[in-house]
């Protein structure tokens, strides 16, 4: 690891001022764990706590880092904390889609929940991840796999803020009566993730 160190130090003195772009390949390829460097994650209780690593973090390889604002994220409530403590809800997430109760596309997500890493049950594909993206956060239906209890809009308050903006782009004003009249073709699969597994028509009509 120190031998690794250095080559990286002398890299980047070599390389100049301009700061290699971050890959989460690329550090998780040492073995660290995602708590080495987010260090808050573990006691967070609230959405605003920054869980991005401190650059004391950084400094025992780098000689400098540049760490960017923390991503915008729609919740309003969702304690680190407590998820973390429930430990690797991988295998939960996996059965759901196996038993095809998932709520929502699976493409690309079963083959990253055979992992021992808490983290990366919700945070997936990052030992593949040559830059950070959004592709990493969670997923609405991975909350929905537990917190399971639709009743919007109440229930949509339990993690989103009362004003947030959820509604889909085609929930526009004439929204219901395009639908009514099959304009859209919408089917009732993609109402699923904000209606609930037990959606059904003649619950509005």
Same mark, same amino acid.
């Given at each position: 690891?120190?031998?690794?160190?250095?080559?990286?130090?002398?890299?980047?003195?070599?390389?100049?001022?301009?700061?290699?772009?971050?890959?989460?390949?690329?550090?998780?390829?040492?073995?660290?764990?995602?708590?080495?460097?987010?260090?808050?994650?573990?006691?967070?209780?609230?959405?605003?706590?920054?869980?991005?690593?401190?650059?004391?973090? #950084?400094?025992? $390889? =780098? !000689?400098?880092?540049?760490?960017?604002? *923390? @991503?915008?994220?729609?919740?309003? +409530?969702?304690?680190?904390?407590?998820?973390?403590?429930?430990?690797?809800?991988?295998?939960?997430?996996?059965?759901?889609?196996?038993?095809?109760?998932?709520?929502?596309?699976?493409?690309?997500?079963?083959?990253?929940?055979?992992?021992?890493?808490?983290?990366?049950?919700?945070?997936?594909?990052?030992?593949?991840?040559?830059?950070?993206?959004?592709?990493?956060?969670?997923?609405?239906?991975?909350?929905?796999?537990?917190?399971?209890?639709?009743?919007?809009?109440?229930? #949509?308050?339990? $993690? =989103? !803020?009362?004003?947030?903006?959820?509604? *889909? @782009?085609?929930?526009?004003?004439? +929204?219901?009566?395009?639908?009514?009249?099959?304009?859209?073709?919408?089917?009732?699969?993609?109402?699923?993730?904000?209606?609930?597994?037990?959606?059904?028509?003649?619950?509005?009509?």
């Amino acid at each position: 690891m120190r031998s690794f160190a250095f080559i990286l130090l002398a890299w980047g003195a070599a390389a100049g001022a301009a700061a290699a772009p971050f890959s989460h390949k690329l550090h998780l390829g040492l073995d660290l764990q995602c708590v080495t460097c987010h260090t808050a994650a573990p006691g967070s209780t609230k959405v605003s706590d920054n869980l991005l690593p401190v650059k004391t973090v #950084c400094r025992p $390889c =780098h !000689a400098d880092a540049q760490i960017p604002a *923390p @991503p915008v994220t729609r919740l309003a +409530f969702f304690p680190h904390m407590l998820h973390l403590k429930m430990g690797n809800i991988a295998p939960v997430l996996a059965e759901a889609i196996d038993k095809k109760t998932y709520l929502g596309p699976t493409a690309d997500i079963r083959r990253h929940l055979n992992t021992e890493n808490a983290c990366e049950a919700c945070h997936r594909g990052l030992h593949e991840s040559d830059q950070v993206t959004s592709a990493a956060m969670p997923r609405m239906a991975d909350c929905i796999v537990c917190h399971s209890e639709i009743d919007n809009p109440f229930s #949509c308050e339990k $993690c =989103h !803020a009362k004003d947030a903006q959820l509604k *889909p @782009p085609s929930h526009v004003p004439s +929204f219901l009566s395009d639908h009514t009249s099959g304009k859209l073709n919408l089917d009732k699969a993609s109402c699923v993730i904000c209606h609930g597994r037990n959606f059904r028509c003649l619950g509005c009509h």
